[in-house]
Nanobody, 124 residues
Framework: QVQLTESGGGLVQAGGSLRLSCAAS????????MGWFRQAPGKEREFVAR????????SYSSSVKGRFTISRDYDKNTVYLQMNSLKPEDTAVYYC?????????????????WGQGTQVTVSS
């Protein structure tokens, strides 16, 4: 079992920045890939970013690449999503998640554990 708790969401103007945090517990943190997803009202949950067990590999959706950065702190068992140059279309509930072993990190249905989500609202 893995427990995930997100924080750091809020209201920000377009062009601003936010850093989301996801604290993990329950299993050895370095043993699993971590991902971020988001879901806007009326839309499906979509992949945002993921980071490998060793932090040696990261992946991003095309819509956030170059603006968002995923990272992890092994001492704090926490994964971060630094979001810069925010746009109104980034408005969504953001979730961190852990995929099943060997799962395709791009698809939400491949993820086994989810946090409760944190709201990000970007005003124009």
């Amino acid at each position: 079992q893995v427990q995930l708790t997100e924080s750091g969401g809020g209201l920000v103007q377009a062009g601003g920045s936010l850093r989301l945090s996801c604290a993990a517990s329950g299993r050895t943190f370095s043993n699993y890939v971590m991902g971020w997803f988001r879901q806007a009202p009326g839309k499906e949950r979509e992949f945002v970013a993921r980071i490998s067990r060793s932090s040696g590999s990261t992946s991003y959706s095309s819509s956030v690449k170059g603006r968002f950065t995923i990272s992890r702190d092994y001492d704090k068992n926490t994964v971060y999503l630094q979001m810069n140059s925010l746009k109104p279309e980034d408005t969504a509930v953001y979730y961190c998640a852990v995929p099943r072993p060997g799962g395709n990190y791009y698809y939400a249905h491949e993820y086994e554990y989810w946090g409760q989500g944190t709201q990000v609202t970007v005003s124009s």
